[in-house]
């Protein structure tokens, strides 16, 4: 497998913000349903959630047998490297990714990633496109396409009470459909606040929204955030 060149040089560790974000990334493993794998500088994964095995018809056990390269179609293999490399240094991605699962034809996903969440891990997350949105349609690029992303934490706004409750229901997993249904709100409302959301937290797809809004302690887990069904 190909390695990135020079992996940057990760945040200082600070042991009490990495505990807060190991918790936080324990509760969304627990409780998504979007897959989410966490991946070394190497592109190798180390942990995945049960929908991100579910999607990849992996066991638990056999998540870190497994790379990045092993689920991206030979003909992007080549492309991802460099992604990578470019994603490591700018520290965040988002667009849509092209998925191969052996034994399958390739598939899109909208693809969300944060980089060094704990030092030199990398959390990803994928969002089917069949469950897609206004708003992963809107700022789609090729399928493939996704990018590096220059991480701008310090200029980012705190969401409202409304935009948090409805991102934790979409990191839960849920659609725009349900969430209406269980606030009592039209989808075109639910819509309109996930567009703020993202453009409050500098996100390109919702999967990149979901993925800073966990990261940055904005998704607040209860029994009433996980969908139904």
Known sequence: MDRPDAAPEAEPFDEEFDLQVAARLR???ARSRHPMLIADDHRRWVAGNEAACELLGLAQE????HTMDDFTPLSERPRLKQQWVEFLARGEAGGRYELYVP????FPVEFGAIANVLPRRHLALFIPADEGSAEQAATS??????RALMAARDGRLPLSKREREIMTLAAAGGQSGDMAESLYLSPETIKSHIQNAMAKLGAHTRAHAVAIALVTGQIAWTDDSLPSG
Do not use: L
Not at 62 to 65: M, R, T
Not at 103 to 106: A, L, R, V
């Open 141 to 146: 690029t090729r399928v493939g396409e996704w």
């Open 27 to 29: 509760a969304a493993f």
């Open 62 to 65: 056999a998540v870190s047998w």
């Open 103 to 106: 034994g399958h034809e390739p």
